[in-house]
């Protein structure tokens, strides 16, 4: 006989995790309010087993507390469940292989867009997601613009937080040239860089293919001078003023950085900074965390500080957290299961503790959330809390669709900013470049 994963049952299998922990892990009690909502019936498959595949963690213990969520959630229903983690550059060729081929894992969790690439492939998840929202206190926009196909109130993924990239910067190195911390002026910025560099302690982002730091960086850039991929209706707007000024604003501020930074991943700045080679960059939590937990870093940590990117010429820090996307692909033979481990996942018991193992790194997609124990430690770490608050993500200002996903898998906006940097293009061929590289995705 089927079984029956409502409300009542979800709540049952966790209860007394937020106060004891998860997997031998204890956490802090949060003050978590909800709201009444009734959840979605989903009727679990008989004989189900489920499989997912989602990145590789950057602090183990987002690892450790999501399996033994997973194992809690077999506990409880019997249906078993194989996790996989793959690397950051593996999961995006690995979503694409499983849509294609109809075959694979019943549920992965990509990155940010991609859900919208692959649409026809995937179950709605409208239902759990309603429930959640209405529960949780609401969906934040960064969640909503990734979790909903556009246009439509229908929810392709289910976002499970994000992950900021804020500057990370030693306070002694910034103090000694004259400022108390990274202003928000370019102007201004770009005189911190200038003298970090004069003074033997320089700044470095990555200008490679990094699926968080590479696009990061260059969003930034181009974003802080007004510039932006493509417009509110999808077409090509890069060959701007906007950003050949943030291009030309990049040949001044790239010669301030550490040598090497064209070639950088994901991991260099990680390695760089803990090297004391860079005294300013950007990263998510996991670098001050790293420093913070080895005793032979205690000191770098203790004079690391977090700030938001300069706001240049907008409003706001433009800034868009790496973003968790859940995905139930309809090849599945389970998808009420796949559905029940996702909304199980998402449920305070579950999720409040393994918010705070990630100690900050990933960011709620939900309202409620933003009460968690995890924000009430170090108060260095507390600038992550809102990274799903951002109104910026991938392929602003345009609608998310397969053509913005593509353009960012393709480094667009990467490899124009590279180009600069090293020389081998000036600001205005680069440009012209980007949006020539660009209209094939965008066929406008």
Same mark, same amino acid.
């Given at each position: 006989m089927a079984n029956i994963i409502t409300r009542r049952s979800i709540l049952a299998a966790g209860t007394g995790a937020a106060v004891l922990g998860v997997g031998g892990k204890a956490f802090a009690q949060s003050r978590i309010e909800t709201a009444p909502a009734t959840a979605p019936t989903l009727p679990i498959e008989n004989g189900a087993t489920l499989r997912m595949l989602r990145p590789v963690r950057f602090v183990q213990p987002d690892e450790d507390v999501f399996r033994a969520n997973c194992a809690r959630?077999?506990?409880?229903?019997?249906?078993?469940?194989?996790?996989d983690f793959v690397g950051w550059e593996d999961i995006t060729q690995q979503t694409a292989v499983t849509a294609n081929t109809g075959a694979g894992p019943d549920i992965i969790i990509g990155f940010n867009e991609a859900p919208h690439i692959y649409v026809d492939k995937l179950v709605d998840q409208t239902d759990v997601a309603e429930y959640l929202g209405t529960k949780y206190r609401g969906w934040l926009p960064l969640a909503q613009r990734y979790g909903k196909k556009h246009g439509t109130n229908n929810w392709i993924g289910l976002p499970f937080g994000a992950s900021g990239g804020p500057l990370v910067w030693r306070k002694s190195a910034v103090n000694a040239v004259g400022?108390?911390?990274?202003?928000?002026?370019?102007?201004?910025?770009?005189?911190?860089?200038?003298?970090?560099?004069a003074a033997g302690k320089p700044p470095g982002f990555a200008l490679g293919n990094a699926v968080g730091d590479g696009n990061g960086f260059a969003n930034w850039l181009v974003w802080s001078h007004g510039?932006?991929?493509?417009?509110?209706?999808?077409?090509?707007?890069?060959?701007?003023?906007?950003?050949?000024?943030?291009?030309?604003?990049?040949?001044?501020?790239? @010669?301030?950085?550490?040598?090497?930074?064209? #070639?950088?991943? +994901?991991?260099?700045?990680?390695?760089a900074y803990s090297a004391s080679e860079v005294w300013l960059t950007a990263n998510g939590v996991s670098l001050y965390f790293s420093l913070k937990n080895n005793p032979a870093m205690a000191a770098i940590a203790e004079d690391t500080q977090h700030s938001l990117l300069p706001k240049g010429k907008l409003d706001v820090s433009p800034m868009a957290g790496l973003t968790l996307n859940a995905m139930v692909f309809k090849h599945s033979r389970f998808p009420n299961a796949s559905k029940a481990l996702l909304q199980f996942l998402m449920e305070e018991p579950q999720y409040d503790p393994w918010l705070q193992a990630n100690v900050g790194y990933w960011a709620q997609p939900l309202e409620a959330y933003s009460t968690s124990a995890t924000w009430d430690g170090d108060p260095k770490m507390r600038i992550f809390k809102d990274t799903?608050?951002?109104?910026?993500?991938?392929?602003?200002?345009? @609608?998310?669709?397969?053509?913005?996903?593509? #353009?960012?898998? +393709?480094?667009?906006?990467?490899?124009?900013?590279?180009?600069?940097?090293?020389?081998?293009?000036t600001p205005e061929q680069a440009v012209r470049e980007a949006e020539r590289r660009a209209r094939r995705f965008f066929r406008r």
């Open positions: 959630f077999t506990q409880q229903t019997g249906v078993q469940v194989r996790v400022f108390d911390a990274p202003p928000d002026d370019l102007a201004q910025y770009l005189d911190l860089c200038k003298k970090l560099h510039g932006y991929l493509v417009d509110d209706d999808g077409k090509v707007a890069i060959n701007s003023p906007q950003t050949i000024e943030a291009l030309n604003y990049l040949k001044e501020l790239y @010669p301030t950085f550490v040598p090497g930074t064209i #070639a950088w991943g +994901d991991i260099s700045n990680n390695r799903m608050r951002s109104n910026f993500w991938i392929g602003y200002k345009g @609608p998310i669709s397969e053509a913005s996903a593509a #353009a960012n898998a +393709d480094y667009v906006m990467v490899q124009m900013c590279a180009a600069v940097a090293s020389g081998q293009s």
